[in-house]
């Protein structure tokens, strides 16, 4: 199994900056595809940021020029640096994987529980 933790959420003021971390551990033989998903309170599951094994990112037209997903693939870990932070940035985010356990094994979707990012003044 592979298991995927986030770190770094938090309060923040509008037009501040976080960073969230996460880290996937376990029986982990590649991962290719991982993101950051956000939801907010009454609203649906949103991809915010994604990037592949060999760094190509993308992101969401609300997000752009603001956060930047980054990978480090030896440490199985991303980030994203987010920045000029807006209330309707507030909501949980969370960290998304594809990933094998083996080399013949079938690339399977692990997400972590989620960390807390409120922005208010």
């Known amino acids: 199994q592979v298991q995927l933790v986030e770190s770094g959420g938090g309060l923040v003021q509008p037009g501040g900056s976080l960073r969230l971390s996460c880290t996937a551990s376990?029986?982990?033989?590649?991962?290719?595809?991982m993101a950051w998903y956000r939801q907010a309170p009454g609203k649906e599951r949103e991809l915010v940021a994604s990037i592949t094994l060999d760094k190509t990112t993308n992101y969401a037209e609300s997000v752009k020029g603001r956060f930047t997903i980054s990978r480090d693939n030896n440490k199985n870990k991303i980030d994203i640096q987010m920045n000029s932070l807006k209330p309707e940035d507030t909501a949980v985010y969370y960290c998304n994987g594809v990933a094998q356990t083996r080399s013949w094994g079938a690339w399977q979707n692990y997400w972590g529980p989620g960390t807390q990012v409120t922005v208010s003044s």
């Open positions: 376990g029986s982990i033989f590649s991962i290719n595809f």
